[in-house]
């Protein structure tokens, strides 16, 4: 409301220098009227003689050009005198000019020819009692008679001479309204009327204007009232038209109440905070009272960071009519706490690195990486922010970035192999700020055998960088000939070192990869493998004697096998070209069986031996069992040989009951009967056997020693 008022006193005083050069612009109605004439001498030197003079007042104004009035007027009276005319008062009246003074053109003299209104100047013989004391001034005046008070009669005295004159002149506005209605905001105006007039109150409550009859008078109501206002010719008649009369409506807005809130009471410095208003379309902000604007335009809200203690945050509010509400507000700010983690840091990769975030103030620490501490040890790199808290509850940020110097990487090779008494250089490299090798030496290269070895170097951001290599040795005694060994007798054999050497080297002079001898000396080869590494081997022979013998001969009987060893070689060939060291064979005539035998060397051995066989019968048949499972005798079985394999052997119980049977002499030979019939074991006792056979020759058996008999089953 003070910036109104202030904004509505500035517009009165603008208003007012306005109005005099738009007033001065405007058609006025004014009338010229005589109020007097005098005469104050030129006598004719009689005393009780009556003077005659005569008068005549003409007027203009400075936009019309003609004059007006210039009626006769005269008198007889002694002077001096003042005459006040009864008729012909009047000089001039013009209606809706924008003149702005009147001027005045007078004329008078001592009248003696009698004519009175016209000058004669010699009328008598002689020249005697002719008119005289002629005064005649064109003009005599120039009146601004806008520069008097209008609808009232203003008076101006002249005189020119014995003669002397008064008028009056009263003028008005040619137009008349009460000015344009008002909207406007708060509770006073200026108003604007033409004309002239007293202000009045038609309708409305609580009006007043600070003077009544003026055009551009203030206006005082009540925001949020409207008003009808009369502006009309004063009651006193004086104007020289007086029944004019125009309303104007005047309305007075409510101005907006902007009704600043925050978001928060009270904040900490450098901490954000939002202030919203409303009631407006339009917002201005600012902080204190003579601040400059910060925010203007649509927005009802505020945002901001930089407040200090106690500022006040003012905002103007400036709703659809144009109206204008203010309102303030005090923010408490606390002190936040210094928060100074320093420059970020570059490290060796895998450094440790303390960054201490101590506060001079007491507060409570809070880092990304959950720490409670005022100082944490970080070994990877990356952003790290730490949050310090006051006893106000204020924050302060800040954070630090821990980068790495790029990876050095050394490499003194991969791990390798040197041939046994060789040596190979190593090095990381030059340039280096410093070497250290595991075997305490440091220069940037060294030479070593086998084994392992690291070197530790320090580049130039003074980071470490380590390799390691292991040295081996390559195969020693890669070369083998082989075993001392037997030759054969008289029979050459073929020595080979193998194949893959870049060269060879014989005691013979020879460079193949083998050799071929027949005598019982050493020899030794020399050869160089892919590795460039060199080796040696000697291998010494000696003649083999040819001793090797089967067993001596040998006689079996009819339908029986025999078992054939062969021993010492290592690999046997015989004479039915089985390749094993043992062979079974069954014969039914005699042969002469013969093996080969390879003792390894290239040397090979041979014997055989005689195989008689007997054809007679070899048979024999138990007469008692007893399967008890103690493992001796618990299958009833036949022995012997000289019988074809299709036989057919039963036996039978005491009641004549079949219990056991077989048509196979090898089962009968190998498997038997076991005392049960169909699972059940048989009560001891006798129980006879039948058997029906051939030989080998296909003649039946005749011997009934052998086609039946009996036998004892005793558990």
Not at 2 to 15: A, G, H, M, P, T
Not at 385 to 396: F, K, P
Not at 594 to 609: F, H, L, M, P
Request: aromatic share 12%; with cysteine; proline share 4%.
């Amino acid at each position: 409301m003070k910036r109104f008022k202030q904004k509505l006193l500035l517009s009165v005083i603008f208003i007012s220098f306005l109005t005099k050069d738009y007033l001065a612009q405007l058609p006025v109605n004014y009338t010229v009227e005589i109020v007097n004439f005098s005469q104050t001498g030129c006598g004719e030197g009689n005393l009780t003689a009556q003077e005659e003079p005569t008068w005549k007042l003409w007027s203009k104004d400075n936009i019309n050009s003609s004059w007006d009035g210039g009626f006769c007027h005269w008198d007889n009276n002694n002077v001096p005198f003042t005459y006040v005319p009864t008729s012909n008062l009047m000089v001039s009246t013009r209606s809706n000019t924008i003149a702005t003074s009147v001027i005045l053109k007078f004329e008078a003299w001592e009248d003696d020819c009698g004519a009175r209104c016209t000058f004669n100047s010699s009328c008598g013989l002689f020249g005697i009692d002719e008119d005289d004391d002629r005064e005649f001034q064109d003009p005599i005046a120039s009146i601004p008679f806008r520069n008097d008070p209008a609808c009232t009669w203003n008076s101006y005295s002249y005189s020119s001479g014995c003669f002397a004159f008064t008028i009056r002149i009263k003028w008005e506005y040619a137009l008349f309204n009460a000015g344009n209605d008002q909207a406007l905001c708060d509770d006073s105006t200026v108003l604007s009327a033409i004309g002239n007039g007293q202000w009045s109150v038609f309708n409305g409550a609580g009006g007043s204007f600070s003077n009544g009859s003026d055009t551009n008078a203030i206006f005082y109501g009540l925001s949020g009232n409207t008003y009808t206002l009369i502006w009309e010719s004063p009651s006193n008649l004086s104007c020289i038209t007086t029944n004019n009369t125009d309303t104007v409506e005047i309305e007075f807005y409510n101005d907006p109440d902007p009704n600043l809130t925050t978001s928060v009471p009270t904040i900490c410095d450098g901490e954000p905070i939002i202030f919203s208003a409303s009631g407006g379309i339009l917002y201005e902000w600012q902080i204190g009272t003579n601040g400059i604007d910060f925010q203007s335009g649509i927005s009802n809200s505020y945002t901001t960071d930089s407040l200090t203690n106690l500022d006040t945050i003012f905002v103007t509010a400036t709703d659809i009519n144009g109206c204008i509400g203010e309102d303030s507000i005090n923010i408490n700010v606390s002190p936040s706490p210094t928060n100074q983690l320093g420059p970020d840091i570059t490290v060796c990769p895998n450094e440790t690195v303390i960054i201490d975030g101590t506060n001079p103030d007491p507060v409570t620490y809070l880092w990304n990486n959950g720490s409670s501490a005022s100082t944490i040890t970080v070994t990877q790199v990356g952003v790290y922010e730490l949050t310090v808290i006051n006893n106000d509850g204020c924050r302060a940020y800040d954070s630090i970035e821990i980068f790495n110097y790029p990876q050095t990487i050394i490499n003194i090779g991969n791990d390798t192999s040197i041939c046994v008494g060789g040596t190979l250089s190593l090095s990381p490299g030059n340039g280096f700020s410093s070497y250290l090798w595991s075997t305490g030496e440091t220069s940037s290269s060294i030479d070593v055998g086998s084994g392992s070895y690291d070197v530790a170097i320090t580049d130039a951001n003074n980071c470490p960088a380590y390799d390691t290599i292991l040295i081996g040795d390559f195969l020693s005694n890669f070369i083998d000939l082989g075993n001392d060994s037997l030759i054969c007798e008289d029979q050459p054999i073929l020595i080979d070192a193998g194949s893959g050497y870049t060269s060879y080297l014989w005691s013979t002079g020879e460079n193949t990869s083998s050799i071929s001898i027949n005598t019982i000396e050493p020899f030794w080869v020399e050869v160089v493998n892919s590795d460039g590494c060199v080796d040696y081997d000697t291998v010494y022979f000696d003649t083999l004697v040819n001793t090797f013998a089967l067993s001596p001969d040998t006689t079996i009987y009819m339908g029986a096998s025999i078992d054939l060893t062969a021993s010492g070689g290592i690999s046997y060939l015989w004479d039915n070209y089985d390749t094993s060291s043992s062979i079974s064979l069954a014969p039914t005539n005699d042969i002469t069986v013969w093996v080969i035998i390879d003792n390894g060397n290239g040397c090979y051995d041979s014997a055989y031996v005689n195989i008689l066989v007997n054809d007679e019968f070899n048979i024999f048949i138990p007469n008692m069992f007893s399967p008890n499972l103690d493992g001796n005798n618990d299958q009833f079985k036949i022995y012997g040989y000289g019988l074809e394999e299709e036989i057919e052997f039963k036996i039978y119980n005491r009641l004549g009951n079949l219990v056991y049977e077989t048509i196979s002499l090898t089962d009968l030979l190998n498997v038997g009967w076991d005392g049960k019939y169909m699972g059940q074991d048989q009560p001891d006792g006798v129980y006879l056997w039948t058997l029906s056979a051939t030989d080998l020759n296909g003649f039946p058996i005749s011997d009934n020693s052998l086609k039946s008999g009996s036998i004892l089953l005793n558990h």
